[in-house]
């Protein structure tokens, strides 16, 4: 069946650094894909998504562009801030025979930004 | 938009005891999910509806949980009895299924369960 494989975390960055959280992807079809951000407390928001191959989803400086010939979906951002210290979610929507809407997440990555 | 709305946020019980949890989806939306968390087994799907009618119930753990929804503007999750391992943050999500794909989920800020 459909799945999600995210980069293990607990991954840990200095403000301002670099950061890339990988997303591979298993699917039948053509799902559209998208990334999820749960702040300490919080449900998940939605962060970006990508509905077909070459898209590239952005939000807040946060970008991932959909790789089809790779299947993944890597979430990057050129310098991350303490703010976005967070668990991320990357997901696949269930484009099966039913067509219910339901998402198929990965396990969450946590993003620890230090100042 | 008030966005999806779940009561109470925080629900502390004994074990053995029924609980009901509660969710509002946002107006309009007619696909409503709910999610079970915890640390050691992460984000869970436990069931979801379409137009108000469950499409798959395989998530629930077992026959203590139900869930329902009566209209477009409710749904609930209930567990009796209650039991230690139900402690979780549980998320309601809705979205609006346009026909042909899936389109966002939107989360509720979710219900802290403690079964003492």
Redesign the interface.
């Known amino acids: 069946g459909d799945s999600v494989t995210q980069m293990e975390g607990p991954v840990t960055l200095s403000e301002e650094a670099c950061l890339t959280i990988n997303c591979t992807y298993t699917a039948t079809g053509y799902p559209s894909l998208f990334w999820y951000v749960q702040y300490p407390g919080e449900g998940l928001q939605l962060l970006l998504k990508a509905t077909k191959a070459d898209d590239k989803g952005s939000n807040k400086g946060f970008e991932a562009t959909y790789r089809k010939e790779t299947t993944s979906f890597h979430l990057e951002k050129g310098s991350v801030q303490v703010s976005d210290s967070a668990v991320y979610f990357c997901a696949l929507s269930d484009r099966g025979s039913s067509n219910t809407g339901k998402l198929i997440f990965g396990q969450g990555t946590t993003l620890q930004v230090k100042p | 938009d008030a966005g999806?709305i779940q009561s109470p946020r925080h629900e502390v019980t004994e074990m053995g005891q029924e609980v009901t949890l509660r969710c509002k989806p946002i107006s309009g939306h007619n696909?409503l999910?709910w999610y079970r968390q915890t640390m050691m087994r992460?984000?869970e799907?436990l069931i979801?509806f379409?137009n108000n009618v469950p499409?798959?119930d395989s998530g629930m753990p077992e026959d203590r949980f139900s869930a329902k929804m009566p209209n477009a503007s409710f749904s609930t999750l209930k567990i009796q009895p209650s039991e230690p391992r139900d402690s979780a943050v549980y998320?309601c999500?809705s979205?609006y299924?346009i026909?042909?794909?899936?389109?966002?989920?939107?989360?509720?800020?979710?219900t802290r369960l403690t079964v003492l």
């Open positions: 999806v696909s999910f992460g984000l799907l979801y379409n499409i798959d998320f999500a979205s299924l026909g042909g794909g899936t389109d966002t989920q939107y989360f509720g800020p979710g």
